[in-house]
């Protein structure tokens, strides 16, 4: 069995709940509140700055130039592709760049980030690749579910979401980084591989969490409690 589909059991119940949770079933059913999904993505506008910088560090990580050149792509697609479907998102919510740029990253979203940064910073390029891999095909097995529902991916709000995400072009991005990550696990050791397995599931919870995150609104749990 390939790495991947080894780590994609082991994670399977975590992404389930993510399917299951219920910001990503009113994205799939269009019930959820314009103002919660406005909340998500500030707080994803944020988190793709640091994203791309974990591929930045593939970049300088990698040996091999094709793929210095798909890291230096995917930097690249979010930074100018990605962020524009964010741009036109806070365009039709009436949400400024500046704005975006102003916010402040909530716990969770800082906790992850600085996660992804770390084990990217201090490990190796398998390591690196096992931090982002849940980040991005677990978008499109969500994507890929909610583009099932009759009429989701024709929503007028959220249907440009689940179409961007259950789309061909998405998916051939995904399957690059699982091969590759495929490619780079090849003859590590037990140890090494668990240690990919860890990540990898780490940042499968980090998904669930900032789904959660989202939903809850949540900033830092600290300021609630002094009422700031
Ligand atoms: C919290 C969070 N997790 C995953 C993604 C999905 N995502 C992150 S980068 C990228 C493009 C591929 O490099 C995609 C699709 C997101 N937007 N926000």
Redesign the pocket.
């Known amino acids: 069995m390939s790495f991947c589909k080894h780590v994609f059991q082991q994670a399977e119940e975590i992404w389930e709940q993510s399917h299951n949770h219920p910001f990503v079933r009113g994205i799939g059913d269009g019930t959820l509140p314009i103002e919660t999904f406005q909340y998500y993505l500030v707080q994803?506008y944020l988190?793709?700055l640091d994203?791309a910088k974990v591929?930045a560090l593939g970049v300088v990580k990698a040996h091999n130039p094709r793929i210095m050149e798909q890291f230096a792509k995917?930097m690249d697609?979010?930074l100018n592709g990605?962020m524009s479907l964010h741009k036109q998102y806070a365009k039709r919510l009436g949400v400024s760049i500046e704005e975006m740029e102003r916010a402040k990253p909530s716990a969770m979203n800082l906790a992850?980030t600085n996660y992804m940064l770390s084990v990217s910073q201090s490990g190796t390029l398998a390591e690196l690749t096992a931090s982002?891999l849940p980040?991005?095909w677990?978008?499109w097995e969500i994507g890929k579910r909610l583009n099932t529902i009759p009429g989701a991916a024709d929503h007028v709000f959220y249907g440009e979401w689940i179409r961007s995400?259950s789309s061909v072009e998405?998916g051939e991005?995904c399957m690059w980084m699982m091969e590759l990550l495929d490619k780079l696990a090849e003859g590590k050791s037990d140890t090494e591989l668990a240690r990919l397995e860890e990540i990898f599931l780490n940042t499968s919870r980090f998904?669930y969490l900032?789904w959660d995150m989202a939903y809850r609104k949540e900033m830092w749990e600290i300021e609630r409690s002094i009422g700031v």
Request: charged share 15%; proline share 0%.
């Open positions: 994803d988190y793709l994203y591929y995917q697609g979010i990605e992850y982002l980040c991005m677990s978008y995400y998405y991005m998904e900032f």
